[in-house]
């Protein structure tokens, strides 16, 4: 039985493909999903382009990945954007490849409000650096913390006790002039 | 306390130290300011309520104040980022002051064996009684409620003003 998904993914490939060529490196459809493995280079453009081609209008969620020890992979770590477009109904990645020397990636807070949280939260557990982000700090850890803990090479009981309490008044101002509305 | 009568139109009289009188009053109005930060939180409100009826014990009032309570329950998983506002909550309650950890989470860090949790508060504050269970039984809380009135009642009173154990490091520069 073919999946219902399947046509609406064909089209995206090739439409993606004859847009940005060479800087599609490979398809990934397993269990029926689609992800595409873009260029880090072009990631904001392909974002761009399925959110205003293929109506992509939620990004659900940003994800990293360390690939430390795992043979298959080309580079230390991965960025994946999971997008899903309501009218259309199709869920998309889009995972990119990203190198331990250059971890500069474009900010999508441009594209979507969601991108601000998730990619704050990616910061402060890989130490992706998201240039272009209104205000690129820990999230969740202690702003006195150090190092990025969901590295393969962080210890896992790598606590680290924080002198003062946390204070959101910053934040809140921040929030007031730095995030676009 | 024991042995004293009361007659209508009498004077009674009751002899005893002070020490005693202070002992009683405090072990059985012990006014619980519940630090919850998880599911424990939730079995402390069934505690509290009609069922098991935490006020048999005389401590029902529950306090949202470090101010205005003597016994602090941590109840629930307390992080790194979380541990210098409960040692900074634990140090605006007023002596004398008493501290149930509840639960697993509390007590150890419970399975959260990682880099975000604290394994157990007693690196932060000095615990009186340590409740275990995930969460714990209603009865537990109250069993421990019971011990630590056994525990006020056997210990000299603490006086106003004078701390009582100073054995925990102070890993804070801000608390008060």
């Known amino acids: 039985m073919t999946n219902p998904e399947t046509a609406k993914h064909d089209a995206i490939v090739d439409e993606v493909r004859s847009a940005f060529g060479d800087a599609l490196l490979d398809v990934d459809r397993s269990y029926d999903d689609l992800a595409l493995v873009v260029e880090k280079a072009a990631v904001h453009s392909v974002l761009a382009h399925l959110r205003d081609a293929r109506q992509c209008d939620l990004l659900l969620d940003i994800a990293g990945v360390d690939c430390m020890d795992l043979p298959e992979s080309r580079t230390r770590f991965e960025l994946e954007y999971i997008l899903y477009s309501i009218p259309t109904d199709v869920r998309v990645r889009v995972r990119v490849p990203v190198p331990e020397d250059d971890m500069d990636v474009a900010t999508a807070t441009d594209l979507w409000q969601s991108a601000n949280w998730g990619e704050r939260e990616a910061y402060e557990m890989f130490g992706f650096n998201f240039v272009g982000h209104p205000c690129l700090k820990r999230l969740l850890t202690h702003h006195e913390f150090q190092g990025h803990p969901l590295r393969k090479d962080y210890p896992v009981m790598g606590g680290q006790w924080c002198t003062t309490t946390s204070d959101m008044t910053e934040d809140l101002e921040e929030r007031q002039g730095g995030v676009p509305k | ?176």
């Not at chain 2, 005389?58 to 306090?63: D, I, K, P, Q």
């Not at chain 2, 004398?96 to 950890?101: L, N």
């Not at chain 2, 007590?107 to 949790?117: E, K, L, M, Q, R």
């Not at chain 2, 995930?134 to 109250?142: F, G, V």
């Open chain 2, 1 to 176: 306390m024991k042995g004293a009568t009361f007659t209508k139109n009498e004077t009674s009289l009751i002899t005893t130290r002070l020490d005693e009188v202070i002992k009683w009053g405090r072990k059985n109005s012990l006014w619980p300011l519940p630090f919850g930060t998880a599911c424990c939180a939730i079995e402390f409100m069934g505690v509290v309520s009609s069922y098991f009826d935490i006020s048999r014990f005389g401590a029902e009032l529950v306090r949202f104040s470090p101010r205005q309570s003597d016994m602090i329950i941590v109840a629930g998983t307390i992080n790194y980022k979380l541990a210098p506002v409960l040692k900074r909550i634990y140090d605006q309650i007023c002596e004398p002051k008493y501290v149930i950890s509840m639960g697993a989470c509390a007590c150890s860090g419970g399975f959260y064996d990682n880099y975000a949790t604290v394994q157990g508060i007693d690196q932060i504050i000095p615990v009186d009684v340590f409740i275990p269970g995930c969460p714990p039984r209603p009865e537990a809380i109250l069993d421990a409620i019971m011990k630590m009135q056994k525990r006020i009642d056997r210990e000299p009173a603490p006086r106003r003003g004078v701390e009582r154990r100073h054995e925990i490091t102070d890993k804070f520069t801000d608390s008060h």
